[in-house]
């Protein structure tokens, strides 16, 4: 199994990225997925997930902002992110899970996971 991510860089506050994460060795389509972030000494956060059913949830920090979407043909869960601000540099980590927290995601709830892209936010 191996998800791998994508789509990371530099951009100016108020810009938009896309993340790609893109699985081999399972069908994401059968799988909840979801995005983290961590920046340097802070724990993981966080940041949108998508269950199978298709209903999303995201952390209030970026509700409105980012969005989850998956491309079964492809394989592939995305996170579009737009209104980008310096608060949002982290390394992306896409995750993809069986288990579905009614209350909010965790790490504990996806046991395979990405390498991570960066997303760096200039002021």
């Known amino acids: 199994v191996q998800l791998q991510a994508s789509g990371g860089g530099l951009v100016q506050a108020g810009g938009s990225l896309r993340l790609a994460c893109a699985a081999s060795?399972?069908?994401?389509?059968?799988?909840?997925v979801g995005w983290f972030r961590q920046a340097p000494g802070k724990e993981r956060e966080f940041v949108g997930a998508?269950?199978?059913?298709?209903?999303?949830r995201y952390s209030d920090s970026v509700k409105g902002r980012f969005t989850v979407s998956r491309d079964n043909a492809k394989n592939t869960v995305y996170l579009q992110m737009n209104s980008l601000t310096p608060e949002d540099t982290a390394m992306y980590l896409c995750?993809?899970?069986?288990?579905?927290?009614?209350?909010?995601?965790?790490?504990?709830?996806?046991?395979?996971w990405g390498q991570g892209t960066q997303v760096t936010v200039s002021s």
């Open positions: 995750a993809a899970g069986q288990r579905w927290n009614v209350a909010y995601s965790t790490p504990s709830d996806f046991p395979y």
């Open positions: 060795g399972l069908t994401l389509r059968t799988y909840n």
């Open positions: 998508l269950r199978v059913t298709n209903m999303a």
